[in-house]
Structure formats: C-alpha cells, structure tokens
C-alpha cells in the first residue's frame, strides 16, 4: 500500500502521544484503513522512519502487561546528551519541530512556523528563547537553513542561489527585485529562513534541517 494521510495519522498521533495503547492503535487502523493488519501498517512507517535513525516500537508495560506503541530513536549517539544540556520545554519544542518535519508533504517547515509551536508547549518556553535555541540547532548541524525571505513579497530563495545573485546583481530579491537584509547568517536573519531536516547530519547522528524543515 502507499504510504499516505493514513499512515501520517498514525505517526503523528504516537508522537504526540509519546506511547499509544495497541487497543487505541486498533481503533485508529481500523477507523482510517478498514483493516486490523496492525504488523503491516507499522512496517509501512517505520519504512520512512529507518533513514532518520527513528522507528515505531511496540512494547509491554512492565506494570499492567499492556501494550503499547512508542516513538524511539534507534541509535546511540549525541542526542543524549541534550538531556542535560538544555531545558525540558527547548526539547519538547526541538521534538515537535522533529513531528512537525517528518509528517509535512514536502519535509520542511516555516522557522515561523517553529517558534508558533511554543505556544502548544506544556512548559512555558519564549519566543525568543525559542529563536535562540533552534538557532544553536542550526549550529549544531541538528537542524538547517534553507532560504531567506524576501520582507517585500515573501519569496523564499534557497541561501546559495541568493548569495550567487548579489554577486552578479547586487543585493536583491531575484523575485521583485527588492533590497534584503544582508546575509551575515547571524541570529537576527533567522525569522525570516526556511529550515528543513540534514538528511547527512541525520545520517551521521539523527539531524534535521530547515525550520520549514530542517534536514534536508
């Protein structure tokens, strides 16, 4: 079967969730598929969450024998220390951007977008606090900047291909031809990129780029 809306259901509901009951999975598969084949829908997306080092697992509750499917990473590496380095309420933020980029049709979200998500957040996190935090992820090759916006017309152009431009043409939008800020790729440029998941860097130790998403 494809992998369609169904299966993205699916994934986004266990990742907010954090660990789903397979009875609530059942209602869920047979709701949204018309089936019960609960093993075939969980190959399916863990087929498109291998290259991101994540899967899909299904386990028993030590306490009450239930089951129930969780959303893990599948490999050691330098995600763990995080834990230590940073709040709680940037981690739920960095997870939710993680969500949100697995689960868009073109794999990358707005960095407008990303700091709208604080507002969902159990714990109180700024918006400022959030920019500062997602731009170290940026640093940290965790997530990546794909395109500046143009304040003009809000065209998003790939930060190569602009930087190519104001060679040649000056600093302007290649779109309306508009004067953009300097690109010093500090801080203060960040509200105004795109980001999506670093498919390398995911490859190396599970990165993400482009706050629209930011792993590309």
Known sequence: MVYGK??????????????????????????????????????????????????????????????????????????????????????????????????????????????????????KLTKTSAEEFLHEMVIRKWLCSKGQKCNNCNAVTHIHCLENCTRTDGLGCPSCHQPMPELSHNQSDYANCTMDVDIENVLQEVEMTEFSQVKG
Not at 27 to 49: G, S
Not at 57 to 62: D, M
Request: one cysteine or more; aromatic letters at 6%.
């Open 6 to 123: 169904e299966h993205k259901i699916i994934l986004q509901t266990v990742m907010n969730e954090g660990a789903l009951l397979e009875n609530r999975v059942n209602e869920l598969i047979m709701k949204l598929f018309d089936h019960n084949n609960t093993t075939k829908i969980l190959r399916e997306i863990n087929a498109k969450l291998q290259p991101l080092y994540m899967t899909i697992k299904c386990i028993n509750c030590e306490v009450t024998g239930q089951l129930y499917w969780i959303f893990v990473n599948t490999v050691e590496d330098k995600t763990t220390s995080l834990q230590s380095e940073f709040s709680q309420a940037e981690l739920s933020l960095l997870r939710s951007v993680f969500s949100e980029i697995v689960t868009s049709n073109s794999h990358c979200i707005s960095s407008t977008f990303c700091l709208n998500l604080c507002s969902s957040l159990n714990q």
